[in-house]
């Protein structure tokens, strides 16, 4: 089967195999990148507003335990936040690297990526989300969890042992970080304590559970998509924990998790404010994205998540996919065959397209004339007729039949009609079409790839 993340809701059983059990929390917006040139830059975080003070925030400093995602040999490492961005499901903050205990600096440039997955600070635990994170409700769950014991895996042995994992392994480790309370069932009865603390603590293991598995499954990706770092996405640095021996701004907590990775200097797609000024200095935007989705696949790996948000492109024209939390991967054990066949029905490159053609950073696929097992190309007439006018009348031109409506009737006397197509391609500018998109492709990978 397709090892699957169990906080991503999948549609099929991959390969004819259910998908884990899913938590109760499904609003799955993620995090996204943001740059000072970025609409959505500057904007202030609920979080600001709470009685504890957010501690990610632009100046703060503090020690990081830093692992190697090679060799899991493990350094020291002192940040500083330079700017804090809109916090969704994890805390993204652009950190300077002030100093590394060893080794560490000729590998990480000055400046980084830092994504932490606290689950106190998601979107939807500001003051007016729907599970507010404050420090009262965390005493509550504090109580309860100091009775009992949690069966989640140890963030710090989480965090320093994470390397390559065979699929089979990465479904064993996402199936311990489900958390299901009917596993606590005995526990909770024997705790004498009021139904409210019992419910925080839930909700709280629930975030706990979420946000280790969403870093787990992004971490896994990283490292099999190692061959694209720098090149298709960005590059990972490896996993992070605060150390708790050094001084940290309050309400640090040691045990949230992080991935430091490089810091891409630009915006997504979905922030860019001109569509075709961004084009006219870079024509290859659109087909770059959809050869990126391409390549991932070809790695054993489909992304989860396909959104305008989580494509970047910096200055200089270079497209990265970021945000892997959703994430699935190939077993071993699948063939080329099974996998295309998984690939084709997920359809995460037809997504992808089809964002691209309704921002106008590539035009979408012209489709032939189809139609349904009666051969009435009703709907085909309609996709094409509901397209913007441009599009139509740069791959379509109207068809000469006859009539377009063609009536039927029965053995039984039951009249019927199928219509005909109303528009035939310009199979000419199709064959253009292809050629076009064919050299961006060639020109993009000479321009980025070839000198990586």
């Not at 005493?139 to 140890?154: H, K, M, V, W, Y």
Request: net charge negative.
């Amino acid at each position: 089967m397709i090892i699957p993340n169990p906080t991503k809701h999948i549609e099929k059983a991959p390969l004819g195999k259910a998908p884990l059990p899913q938590p109760r929390f499904t609003k799955l917006r993620q995090y996204r990148f943001f740059s000072s040139t970025s609409p959505a830059f500057g904007i202030l975080n609920d979080f600001d507003h709470m009685p504890t003070q957010c501690p990610y925030t632009a100046g703060a400093e503090f020690v990081l335990i830093l692992t190697d995602p090679v060799d899991s040999s493990t350094c020291h490492m002192r940040v500083k936040v330079l700017e804090a961005y809109p916090f969704t499901k994890s805390q993204a903050l652009k950190v300077g690297i002030l100093g590394v205990s060893h080794g560490y600096i000729a590998k990480i440039p000055q400046t980084a990526f830092l994504k932490l997955y606290d689950r106190r600070y998601l979107d939807d635990r500001a003051p007016d989300g729907d599970h507010p994170w404050d420090e009262e409700k965390e005493a509550q769950a504090q109580e309860i969890d100091g009775r009992i014991q949690s069966r989640l895996p140890n963030p710090e042995l989480l965090a320093k042992s994470l390397g390559p994992a065979s699929p089979e392994r990465e479904q064993e480790m996402l199936e311990s970080m489900y958390f299901d309370k009917d596993g606590y069932k005995d526990e909770l009865k024997s705790v004498e304590v009021d139904s409210d603390a019992v419910n925080q603590w839930i909700i709280e293991m629930r975030y706990r559970s979420q946000t280790m598995s969403w870093f787990y499954t992004e971490c896994q990706a990283y490292h099999q998509l190692q061959a694209l770092q720098g090149i298709s996405i960005p590059r990972f640095y490896g996993t992070t924990l605060f150390d708790d021996t050094s001084e940290l701004p309050a309400g640090i907590e040691p045990e949230v998790l992080g991935i430091l990775l490089e810091f891409v200097d630009g915006m997504t797609l979905e922030d860019v404010p001109d569509t075709k000024f961004c084009l006219a200095r870079h024509p290859h935007l659109g087909q770059a994205a959809v050869d990126c989705f391409d390549k991932i696949t070809r790695c054993g790996v489909l992304h989860g998540d396909v959104r305008l948000a989580n494509i970047m492109v910096n200055d200089s024209g270079r497209i990265y996919l970021i945000d892997f939390a959703f994430a699935s991967f190939r077993p071993s054990h699948v063939t080329d065959r099974m996998w295309e066949q998984h690939v084709s029905e997920q359809q995460e490159s037809i997504e992808a397209k089809y964002l691209l053609h309704k921002r106008g950073f590539r035009d979408g696929t012209p489709p032939e004339p189809y139609s349904d097992r009666n051969g009435n190309y009703r709907r085909y007439n309609d996709f094409i007729e509901e397209e913007e006018e441009e599009w139509r009348l740069k791959y379509y031109e109207p068809s000469d039949f006859d009539e377009a409506l063609i009536r039927h009737k029965d053995c039984n006397g039951k009249k019927s009609a199928s219509w005909l197509p109303k528009w035939l391609p310009k199979y000419k500018v199709l064959v253009e079409r292809k050629i076009y998109l064919n050299e961006l492709s060639i020109r993009y990978r000479q321009d980025f790839e070839s000198t990586t």
